[in-house]
């Protein structure tokens, strides 16, 4: 009995490290190629519902789908084009105020460099000179710009993989019941029992983290919006919107806003609303690690730990987006899991 309890150790052990190189080997080396058609089958996934009650009221598959698809893409292209436009003219305005806040500050530059030099002092950093403090500045910029250059260079390959996403989850939604009565065929007769657990698992886990990542972004939205307005910084609704949406890309969100605001209004002698947003955000990144955990855990029926390990585990392994990749991993594995503890 001892003996076949090793056995069975040993075997369970080798196949869950399996499992792990296999999710290694995937994220690392294959999910470039196969993520237009996984965001397509994710696409699907969403709208199946909305083509089925379509098809309710009479609808045939083909236009149900049509009618969804366009629907969700356009509800998109508004909201987009709507957040566009409200930093469209937020920018408008506050390039029409800097002529007038530069003329009626002759001087704020050479304030701005005595207040920072006074604050080198008083910390024992000695003082700096122009010509440093500039070439720090330079070098800051030029990251920046080789960023947004980076960005500007993929968006053409982003844009393909949406297009190549939506065109197949058209076909996925079109040809559904074949395409589930094809994969049942193939699938070994074994595994023909626990591929409806595993699907309806998964795919229920998956939804519950991009539910706990949409309520993490209202969150980061709102403690930010609601920060701002706490010290009453101008702009605030604007910036917490801003937050929120680029908290959707790993270690960004308010700190892309935030920093860059409270180093100018360092540089230009306001100490306090430095401070201020300094400590707004310092708020808001104590809320969402405290939130993270929890709201994922209970989304994907994780415990906090294994999500926290996840996160961990996905960010030293893939850098940033080890955000999503380590809780994805985590649910598909305790998709694995369960359905094994129920054969």
């Known amino acids: 009995m001892r003996t076949l309890n090793a056995s069975r150790y040993w075997r369970e052990f080798v196949l869950w490290a399996l499992l ?14 196969v993520l237009p058609f996984v965001l397509a089958g994710t696409l699907a996934w969403f709208v ?28 998109l292209v508004v909201l987009s084009g709507a957040i566009l436009l409200l930093l469209t003219a937020e920018l408008v305005q506050a390039s029409h105020r800097l002529p007038t806040y530069l003329k009626s500050r002759p001087f704020g530059i050479a304030k701005a460099f005595h207040e920072w030099n006074r604050l080198r002092d008083q910390l024992g950093l000695g003082r700096g000179s122009f010509s ?46 074949r395409i589930l009565t094809w994969m049942r065929r193939i699938s070994p007769p074994a595994l023909r029992r626990s591929m409806g657990r595993f699907t309806t698992m998964m795919a229920g886990g998956l939804w519950g983290y991009v539910r706990a990542e949409l309520a993490l972004v209202s969150l980061t ?10 010290i009453r910084a101008p702009y605030a609704v604007l910036v917490g919107l801003m937050a929120g949406l680029l ?14 605001w409270a180093a100018g209004a360092a540089v230009a002698g306001h100490w306090p609303l430095s401070i201020h947003l300094l400590l707004v955000l310092a708020a808001v990144a104590v809320v969402r690690q405290l939130s993270e955990p929890r709201l994922v855990g209970q989304g994907t029926g994780l415990h906090p730990l294994v999500v926290l390990f996840s996160l961990y585990m996905g960010i030293r392994l893939f850098g940033g987006v080890g955000v999503i990749v380590g809780p994805v991993t985590a649910v598909i594995l305790n998709a694995v899991r369960q359905v094994r503890d129920r054969a």
Not at 48 to 75: C, H, K, N, Y
Not at 247 to 260: E, R
């Open 20 to 33: 792990l190189l296999a999710a290694y080997a995937f994220w690392r080396w294959m999910a470039t190629y």
């Open 48 to 75: 199946l519902p909305l083509v089925e009650r379509l098809e309710d009221f009479g609808l045939g598959r083909v236009w149900a789908v049509l009618l969804s698809l366009g629907g969700v893409m356009a509800t």
């Open 132 to 177: 440093q403090e500039i070439n720090s500045l330079y070098r800051m910029l030029t990251v920046v710009v080789k960023s947004v250059g980076h960005l500007l260079v993929v968006l053409p390959e982003m844009a393909l993989m949406m297009v190549v996403a939506v065109v197949a989850a058209f076909f996925i939604l079109r040809d559904y019941p």
């Open 221 to 230: 939205a709102l403690t930010t919006a609601g920060g701002l307005l706490l």
């Open 247 to 260: 908290d959707l890309v790993s270690f960004m969100g308010p700190t892309i806003v935030l920093v860059p």
